[in-house]
């Protein structure tokens, strides 16, 4: 059983910093990519950012500049770190990893979402 568990979303003034956390836990190999996904009613669930294991990165032009991924292998933990928050960057924030089970399978695990609201 792996586990995707994120934190660190809430309210947020315009301009502000929030930084999200997702830990997984389990049993697994590895983790490969991990990413932070977003979605809004009525929209489709769309990527923010991802990061390789070796550290590799890759950013929605929306948040380009703005917002930046980071993990640490040791702990099976993504981060991202929000900085110059606007009203368009809230929606529900969801972390993605791509796991390598024991099994020899990839698979794909979410997290249960975390909410995020820029709003004065």
């Known amino acids: 059983q792996v586990q995707l568990v994120e934190s660190g979303g809430g309210l947020v003034q315009p301009g502000g910093s929030l930084r999200l956390s997702c830990a997984a836990s389990?049993?697994?190999?590895?983790?490969?990519?991990m990413g932070w996904y977003r979605q809004t009613p009525g929209k489709e669930r769309e990527l923010v950012a991802r990061i390789s294991r070796g550290g590799s990165t890759t950013y929605a032009d929306s948040v380009q500049g703005r917002f930046t991924i980071s993990r640490d292998n040791a702990k099976n933990t993504v981060y991202l770190q929000m900085n110059s928050l606007k009203p368009e960057d809230t929606a529900v924030y969801y972390c993605k990893a791509e796991i390598l089970l024991y099994s020899g399978n990839y698979l794909d695990y979410w997290g249960q979402g975390t909410p995020v609201t820029v709003s004065s």
């Open positions: 389990g049993s697994f190999f590895r983790i490969n990519a």
